[in-house]
């Protein structure tokens, strides 16, 4: 695909946006732009082309779990959901709107949210969907690259030409599903952490000798053979496949992922030795997955692995955790904080090609992405958001041209501008991010009044 696009309207020449991707950022990315009634080619390689990855057609899916973390405002990824609310997303409405229980997470229908977005998109009359890969893009047209980790190794090439910059390559993993009607209630039970809100995790209790059955089990499984050019795959620290986690000592899972800690069963009152936990999947809470088992095990290793968990040893796996390959580009060197490429403003990225990690990352770049493109095409002046705000700090981190070796990153409170506290709010952990939280809202909600952004 390299076509110059222009419509006509109203005796004007206007282009059309082309937004590469139909995701979370490019998804959000398009129905921003059609609420300015400005008109788009929406280009999803799926169905016709896999990802290895994906499950569906549909856009907006969740590929590797069902939540997008805390709604809170004193945890960084809550704050990130209110401010985009404050810009208006059109995403997250519908992210409330399929919601399941899953304690203090933000957990959701992932089928029944992709379907919703996917019939939004495509009956929207400004979006013009188009089911076809794009290999080449073409430089003069005001366009947004939203092609994600599992970007095609044809546009991949392409794009590596158009910034003169090397990829970087790191792996993600997922986890199992299983279904609720096959676990062991006997022994399972339903509990969150510390007993805080609804009942709404499944617990698998482990005693010792359970754990180090489960351990060597874990630890002399076959892996799937990486391809050639995965070898020395790097791993984003918080999705490290369980067998990668276990390399690391006998008692890290107990410290991570089967921690423990505040999940008795009140029925045997019993300490235990190590926790599997399980959170809801769908809306009607008849799938969970294996929370922390992102895993590159081979299908028969897991069936074993999952089926020696106190509770899953007849469970039914509907979905079994596989591994693919996620490409980010150098964002320091590429991009600036609005999003758009240094050397050509009419290029942006969104998601998590930008090298931002998360749900609630890739929808917050698609909604700036897109906000921005409609400015750039009225020849407003962008919007570079204050990095007292979670979206402008995030922002700001993956073009800071001082990283020497740039990772990616999700929200988090270690890249938002601090501001003077005394010592005694200083250590109180959750009072310092309520109030950070706050500011950056009250500053949000500035940029926007003067803007006139809603």
């Not at 309207?9 to 490019?26: C, F, P, R, S, T």
């Not at 006997?186 to 005693?207: E, Q, S, V």
Request: glycine share 8%; charged share 25%.
């Amino acid at each position: 695909m390299g076509i110059f696009h222009k419509i006509v309207k109203k005796g004007k020449q206007m282009q059309k946006v082309v937004i590469v991707g139909a995701g979370l950022a490019g998804s959000e990315a398009a129905l921003q732009l059609a609420k300015e009634k400005i008109y788009t080619d929406l280009y999803e390689m799926r169905p016709n082309i896999n990802t290895g990855a994906h499950k569906t057609d549909k856009f907006a899916e969740l590929v590797c779990s069902n939540s997008l973390g805390s709604y809170d405002i004193t945890n960084a990824s809550g704050l990130l959901k209110h401010e985009m609310e404050i810009l208006g997303s059109v995403l997250m409405p519908e992210i409330l709107n399929c919601k399941v229980p899953a304690g203090g997470a933000l957990a959701i229908d992932r089928e029944l949210f992709s379907q919703k977005i996917t019939t939004m998109i495509e009956e929207n009359p400004y979006i013009n969907v188009k089911r076809e890969e794009v290999t080449e893009i073409c430089e003069d047209v005001p366009v947004i690259i939203a092609s994600g980790p599992l970007t095609s190794d044809k546009l991949a090439e392409n794009i590596k030409k158009i910034l003169g910059q090397e990829y970087l390559y790191f792996f993600d993993a997922i986890a199992p599903i299983v279904e609720k009607d096959s676990i062991d209630f006997n022994k399972a039970f339903y509990l969150n952490r510390y007993n805080k809100g609804d009942a709404d995790y499944i617990n698998c209790p482990m005693t010792k000798d359970e754990y180090e059955k489960f351990y060597r089990i874990l630890i002399n499984s076959p892996k799937i053979e990486l391809k050639s050019f995965e070898k020395g795959a790097k791993f984003f620290e918080s999705c490290l496949p369980i067998e990668v986690l276990a390399a690391r000592g006998e008692d890290t899972l107990r410290f991570g992922p089967l921690k423990p800690v505040g999940l008795i069963d009140e029925r045997t009152g019993n300490v235990n030795y190590a926790v599997v936990q399980l959170r809801q999947d769908n809306k009607s809470a008849s799938l969970y997955n294996l929370v922390g088992f992102q895993t590159n095990l081979k299908w028969g290793s897991q069936k074993e692995l999952i089926h020696s968990v106190p509770g899953l040893e007849n469970a039914n796996i509907v979905r079994y955790g596989v591994m693919h390959r996620n490409t980010f580009i150098n964002s320091p060197r590429c991009l600036k904080p609005t999003l758009q490429l240094r050397k050509k403003d009419n290029i942006f990225f969104a998601g998590q090609i930008t090298g931002t990690e998360g749900y609630t990352e890739s929808i917050a770049s698609g909604l700036l992405a897109g906000i921005n493109m409609t400015r750039y095409l009225k020849g407003e002046s962008l919007l570079e958001l204050p990095q007292e705000t979670m979206l402008g700090a995030l922002t700001h981190y993956i073009s800071f041209e001082g990283h020497s070796s740039f990772q990616p990153v999700n929200s988090n409170w270690g890249i938002l501008s601090e501001m003077p506290m005394d010592k005694k709010v200083r250590k109180n952990k959750k009072l310092k991010n309520e109030l950070l939280g706050k500011r950056a809202i009250d500053i949000l909600n500035e940029v926007v009044k003067f803007n006139s952004l809603l």
